[in-house]
């Protein structure tokens, strides 16, 4: 569950699970947010989120 996030938000893996899990629970605004989180982490570490992270963050905004 969110503990994979706590442990590791740089974790693409885990984060790409989880925001697959809220949109197939119909929770767009908690894929949105597991996004956020990652994406605060990543750019600290002066990355970017993946292709991937960003496609389904925009399924979360459009809601599909």
């Known amino acids: 569950g969110e503990k ?6 740089l ?9 697959e899990a809220a949109l197939g629970l119909a ?4 894929a949105l947010s597991l996004f956020e989180t990652a ?4 750019l600290n570490e002066g990355l970017e989120p993946s292709i991937e992270m960003v496609k389904l963050s925009t399924r979360a905004r459009l809601g599909i």
């Open 4 to 9: 994979a996030l706590e442990l590791d938000p």
């Open 11 to 19: 974790d693409d893996k885990a984060t790409l699970a989880m925001m």
């Open 27 to 30: 929770k767009p605004e908690l």
């Open 39 to 42: 994406r605060r982490a990543l």
